[in-house]
Nanobody
Framework: QVQLVESGGGSVQAGGSLRLSCVAS???????MAWFRQALGKERDWVAT???????SHADSVKGRFTISRDNAKNTLYLQMNSLKPEDTYMYYC????WGLGGGYEVLPTQYSYWGQGTQVTVSS
């Protein structure tokens, strides 16, 4: 079992920045790691993925504003969020899959076996 613990959420004004962190309980170098976000009563949406080869991909809605990164030595995944907008207000979740994902499957929540408890991000106008 892999435990994931997110932190770094909070309330910020539009245009501000936040940095989310996700610490894993195990060495995650061989895991595909991702961030998703979800509004109450809505589906969980993909935000970004950090692949096992250290490449990354981001959803169009956050491209150029958010940056996913990973530090395998610290078993930590990050999401740097800049130029935040009110529409970025969601609960943000860290996810891990114990295999390499790609080909579009990385955007599907069902492909990830491990999830954190979530951290709330609220952006006010």
């Amino acid at each position: 079992q892999v435990q994931l613990v997110e932190s770094g959420g909070g309330s910020v004004q539009a245009g501000g920045s936040l940095r989310l962190s996700c610490v894993a309980s195990t060495y995650t170098a061989r895991y595909t790691m991702a961030w998703f976000r979800q509004a109450l009563g809505k589906e969980r949406d993909w935000v970004a993925t950090a692949y096992t080869d250290h490449t990354t991909s981001h959803a169009d809605s956050v491209k150029g504003r958010f940056t996913i990164s990973r530090d395998n030595a610290k078993n930590t995944l990050y999401l740097q969020m800049n130029s935040l907008k009110p529409e970025d207000t969601y609960m943000y979740y860290c996810a891990a899959a114990s295999w390499g994902l790609g080909g579009g499957y990385e955007v599907l929540p069902t492909q990830y076996s491990y999830w954190g408890q979530g951290t709330q991000v609220t952006v006010s106008s």
